[in-house]
């Protein structure tokens, strides 16, 4: 008699503990398909934002020392090589973000 109540108990016990995780389960996003696109959109911003900035610093230079365009094309192409590390950065980072999720599905299964 022991034996079959100790059985009944783990069996509502193991039923209480996948509800429980049910519950924990994280829902899927409806907007999972629009994600690669935010993402190379923050790419390209990223870029396009670094060689903006080199591009007003290095025209401010220009007419404020009154020279040619070297302090413009110095900063342009500084602004260039800060944007694609930029880029880099945050491709490792979703790159990283991605190999954790495969691993933690793996280690569920």
Known sequence: ???DHQKQRMTQLEARISAAKKLQEPTPRADE???QANL??????????GL???????YGLDLWLGTL????VLFVM??????VKTMLRSAQEIQEKKLAEEAERDERD
């Open 40 to 49: 190379a959109w923050r790419m390209v911003i990223e870029l396009v934002a």
């Open 33 to 35: 398909h629009y994600s």
């Open 1 to 3: 008699m022991t034996d």
């Open 69 to 72: 365009p070297i302090f413009m």
């Open 78 to 83: 500084l602004g260039l090589a800060a944007g």
């Open 52 to 58: 903006g900035i080199g591009f007003g610093i290095g």
